[in-house]
């Protein structure tokens, strides 16, 4: 007899964004000739930049050739991306992280749902709420809580509500946690968090010996130079922190599939016995284990994003999205709607103003505007009432998009 892993069956019914698609297409169905604007799950819209066709083609025309053909890579990554991003993205910066910390894979959701497996189930795990759904259900998946409760929670996980009224920082939990998911620039929120809040952060990690996951997938949207990119960037978090980065939203990678994770190799976490051990062997053994690695192709289009021509594409295309971003918060505060985000990330976090629930908000602009964003009560019971934009679109769909929420809203 074969059995299942029963934990799957604590989660509440399908995961987000398919919920979302089911309903989109039900409606779609029903008004097979509606035309309707998708602003709901964050996938990008623009091409991917000329420096990074360019390196792409040139990394499978060598693959077509006997003599520069390449079989397995290396499954940590190629040597010149891995030199290429702890040059542009950390030591330009003035941050000590060497190429040998730095993992490539093939998605930051892949690497925030995986890397629980180096951690043993007795950690406490925090996340914020609202949170990526990512880090709760592989959570759950894994066996690392309780059953889902009433109050919208798992059993076993700590919430860290983040709410208009903490300007979407969490404090510190007063229980006891081994673990915390912290994600800045905030996924769904929009927020972003200065150098005195992840300092916080830090030293209460190395004071607690507790180990930080940061999610910085959308760090090349900040705009004020005084917000940091990397967790790195403060004093001491090499010992506490694993960072996670994407070039999904960063280089129009959601369909070629490239990422990275930092594991610094001083990070230590311990045995049962007290004993300390580092990180970063574990996570090699896993990935040399589970995993064969990027494309050499894709992992030559990933460094051209490091090129001086890449980084005038890839900034172009950022600030047209950015632009995009301020299209919508200015539009829908004009409507009346309490608007945050949109400044440093490519988010906008809205709410009615009119205690109108979330998916009940979701419904009405599907099926009065049609026009297509996410529920925030789906990222956690603190994002009820809110709904997330993204603004990863097409510049007039935007423009469009708002003109149809004002004729139903005002």
């Known amino acids: 007899m ?32 509606a035309e309707i604007i998708r602003m709901g799950i964050g996938d990008v819209t623009q091409p991917l930049s000329p420096a990074v066709v360019k390196a792409f083609r040139e990394g499978v025309e060598e693959m077509s050739r006997a003599e520069t053909f390449r079989g397995y890579g290396p499954e940590q990554g190629y040597e010149f991306l891995r030199e290429a991003i702890a040059e542009h993205d950390y030591r330009s910066r003035g941050t000590d992280i060497n190429a040998g910390e730095i993992f490539i894979s093939d998605g930051a959701k892949c690497d925030t749902g995986n890397i629980l497996e180096i ?25 690392r809580t309780g059953e889902y409760l009433d109050n919208g ?22 229980r006891k946690i081994d673990i915390v998911f912290l994600c800045y620039p905030n996924n769904p929120t929009g927020a972003s968090a200065g150098r005195r809040e992840l300092k916080k952060w830090v030293d209460f990690a190395r004071n607690n010996k507790v180990i930080i996951l940061f999610d910085s997938a959308y760090e090349a949207y900040i705009t004020d130079p005084e917000i940091p990119h990397s967790i790195y960037e403060i004093e001491g978090a090499r010992e506490v922190a694993i960072e996670f980065r994407s070039f999904s939203k960063t280089a129009g990678f959601t369909g070629t599939r490239c990422a990275y994770t930092v594991i610094p190799e001083n990070l230590t976490a311990f045995t049962a016995a007290g004993e300390p051990k580092p990180l970063h062997p574990l996570w090699l053994r896993r990935q040399t284990t589970k995993f064969n690695g990027v494309s050499y192709p894709v992992q030559k289009a990933a460094a051209a994003i490091y090129s001086p021509e890449g980084k005038i594409q890839v900034r172009e295309t950022i600030n047209y999205y950015m632009e995009n971003a301020r299209v919508l918060r200015e539009g829908l505060g004009r409507m009346g709607f309490r608007v945050y985000g949109g400044i440093n990330a490519p988010y906008v976090w809205v709410n009615s103003g009119k205690g109108i629930g979330s998916w009940e908000l979701f419904d009405k602009l599907l099926h009065e505007a049609r026009v297509v964003c996410t529920p925030g009560s789906g990222f956690g019971p603190s994002g009820e009432g809110y709904i997330r934009f993204s603004a990863f679109a097409q510049r007039e769909n935007v423009i469009r998009a ?8 005002l």
């Open 119 to 143: 951690f043993g189930h007795n950690n406490v795990i925090a996340v914020q709420d609202p949170v990526y759904p990512v880090y709760v259900d592989s959570s759950v998946m894994g066996g």
């Open 402 to 409: 708002l003109e149809r929420i004002s004729s139903i809203y």
């Open 2 to 33: 074969a059995f299942i892993n029963e934990n799957y069956l604590k989660l509440r019914g399908s995961y987000l964004f398919p919920e979302i698609s089911r309903r989109v297409r039900e409606y779609q169905k029903n008004h097979p000739d």
């Open 153 to 174: 929670y798992f059993g076993g996980l700590v919430y860290m509500p983040c709410t208009a009224e903490n300007n979407f920082i969490p404090e510190i939990p007063e």
